[in-house]
């Protein structure tokens, strides 16, 4: 062994060195009873600001749905609602132009409908009388892309009427004034 030994049958005490011993400022644990009264008190506290927390959430979000943030919206001027027949009549003249003809498949008008789908969902205030004639030549550009699909399954294909078809042309051509 090396080092000094202790012959006095005594030990230094913690607090006679410089420095303090390591971990001599820690706390020790009280006894199990005790603990055990904080440790009930604690989780009680902890359920009950849980609680807490679910109520006012609760309570929160049935006042915002008893009175909505969002105010009612203002009613369409006329130039607004001719502006957005505009653009739906110029995004139904492209779609047609960019349609390839002789159409040899139904694909060909696809993307034609979905270029017309959306601005009919971008115009939502625009004229019922174009809105619903370019929504029957969506349908029947959809019908006519459809006949090659055999239904099945859960399928419901719509059926195409060529002559219901060019009407519904016909009267959104007329409605946009591209026949003049």
């Known amino acids: 062994m ?3 030994i202790h012959t006095t049958g005594t ?3 913690p607090a006679s060195g410089p420095y303090p011993l390591p971990g001599s400022h820690i706390q020790q644990t009280p006894p199990p009873a005790e603990r055990r009264g904080k440790t009930w008190l604690w989780a009680t506290v902890i359920i009950a600001g849980i609680a807490f927390t679910g109520l006012c959430a ?4 049935a006042l915002a749905s008893r009175h909505p943030s969002t105010p009612a919206a203002a009613p369409v001027t006329t130039a607004e609602r001719h502006q957005q027949d505009i653009n739906l009549c110029t995004a139904y003249a492209v779609a047609t132009a ?3 003809r002789p159409i040899t498949i139904g694909n060909d008008l696809l993307p034609a409908r979905l270029t017309l789908l959306r601005t009919l969902d971008e115009n939502r205030d625009a004229s019922p009388d174009l809105r619903e004639a370019l929504t029957n030549v ?3 550009w959809y019908a006519r892309a ?3 699909v055999k239904s099945r399954g859960l399928t419901e294909l719509a059926p ?3 002559v219901a078809a060019q009407a519904a042309i016909e009267r959104a051509w007329h409605l946009c004034g591209l026949d003049e």
Request: glycine share 14%; proline share 18%; no cysteine.
């Open 2 to 4: 090396t080092g000094p």
């Open 11 to 13: 030990w230094p005490t």
């Open 58 to 61: 609760g309570l929160g979000a």
């Open 98 to 100: 960019a349609v390839p």
């Open 138 to 140: 969506a349908a029947a």
């Open 146 to 148: 459809a006949l090659p």
């Open 160 to 162: 195409y009427d060529a």
